[in-house]
């Protein structure tokens, strides 16, 4: 078994996934990551039940495309620095500017951020 879902809603919107990339042609990884470029697919995914714009984000780094998604960890991160009460797409902005401007991948820093929260620093 590839994945063990404790939850029957996340069976439920693993298939509604599967069913949206099959519907729409996604068959690769390398699919998935063009197919993440276009806006108007970035929206079809979120309205699959249970998915919200942090897994849109992780699908995408999944598949080779650098980008910032904020969980509990990036959030803690930016609450230590002083960052408080953003929305997600304001606090994940912040992240690529300042990967922009110390000249990294946004989902290089997002991954180092995260590492280092994961690990109690």
């Known amino acids: 078994m590839a994945m063990n879902f ?3 809603r996340k069976v439920a919107t693993a298939h509604d996934l599967t069913d949206l990339l099959a ?4 068959d690769t990884p390398a699919d998935l990551c063009a197919w993440l470029g276009h ?4 929206a079809a995914l979120r309205k699959v039940k249970g998915v919200g714009p ?7 780094n999944l598949v ?3 980008q910032v998604a904020v969980d509990v960890h990036l959030r803690a991160f930016a ?3 002083g960052v408080l ?3 997600y797409n304001e606090l994940r902005a912040a ?3 300042a990967a922009a401007v110390l000249g990294h991948e946004p989902g290089g820093l997002e991954h180092a951020v995260w590492r280092c929260k994961s690990q109690g620093a």
């Open 85 to 87: 009460e953003l929305r």
């Open 79 to 81: 609450a230590d620095s």
């Open 6 to 8: 404790k939850s029957p």
């Open 23 to 26: 519907s729409s042609g996604v």
């Open 64 to 66: 080779g495309r650098s």
């Open 54 to 60: 942090k897994s849109v984000d992780y699908i995408g």
């Open 95 to 97: 992240y690529e500017e």
């Open 39 to 42: 806006q108007d697919n970035r």
